[in-house]
């Protein structure tokens, strides 16, 4: 009788173990995203912010939201957030200020600004699994890079751009940055889409 009550006392501490190595997910919120879920992400980046719906737009644009981010302080744009729900995929756009502007998305900030979006998308492995495989892979693998062809220079212009995207678990994740001087190695990132099926919403 002992042996049998060790033996199931050592099978319960094994399931208790194996549960325990589970991967847990981020919890994915409602979609389309509420001015909450942004509120939360911007918390964790730890910036104070105003978030306004632009509901002319999402009038419009039927099924989806469309925030604008201001920083608190200076009333200077911070990002903008569209996000939509369409047959039980969803999708994220966030653009982030030209390089040109106030709060540009530098190598300094890639992290947060990665980060800020994993969390708004969910369903990741971790908040830092993006940017981890960004980090690891960009300008090395499923990179591409081009140059401007129109010849103009202005301090509106860059001179190159480009596009990280691959698939991480089974999510399409793609960040898109400028350089605004091929002599130079800074580049800001000016956008960042994630989307559960990306075909659902290719054709809009």
């Known amino acids: 009788?002992?042996?049998y009550i060790s033996y199931l006392l050592a099978v319960t501490i094994y399931l208790g173990l194996l549960s325990g190595c589970k991967k847990q997910t981020l919890p994915v919120p409602e979609y389309p995203l509420k001015s909450d879920t942004i509120a939360e992400a911007l918390q964790e980046w730890g910036l104070s912010c105003i978030i306004e719906e632009d509901k002319a737009a999402a009038e419009i644009l039927k099924g989806q939201s469309l925030y604008n981010i201001y920083d608190t302080e200076t009333g200077v744009f911070v990002a903008g957030v569209s996000s939509n729900y369409k047959d039980g995929e969803r999708i994220i756009y966030i653009t982030f200020p030209s390089f040109y502007m106030d709060n540009t998305i530098g190598s300094q900030d890639y992290e947060n600004a990665i980060t800020f979006a994993t969390l708004m998308f969910g369903g990741f492995q971790s908040k830092e699994q993006v940017y981890n495989k960004f980090n690891k892979e960009y300008d090395k693998k499923n990179t591409i890079r081009g140059q401007s062809e129109n010849g103009v220079t202005s301090s509106y212009s860059h001179?190159?751009?480009?596009?990280?995207?691959?698939?991480?678990d089974g999510n399409t994740c793609q960040i898109t940055l400028v350089q605004p001087k091929l002599s130079e190695t800074q580049e800001y990132i000016e956008t960042i889409l994630f989307a559960s099926d990306w075909n659902t919403f290719h054709s809009e």
């Open 1 to 3: 009788m002992k042996k």
């Open 159 to 168: 001179e190159g751009a480009s596009r990280w995207e691959r698939l991480i």
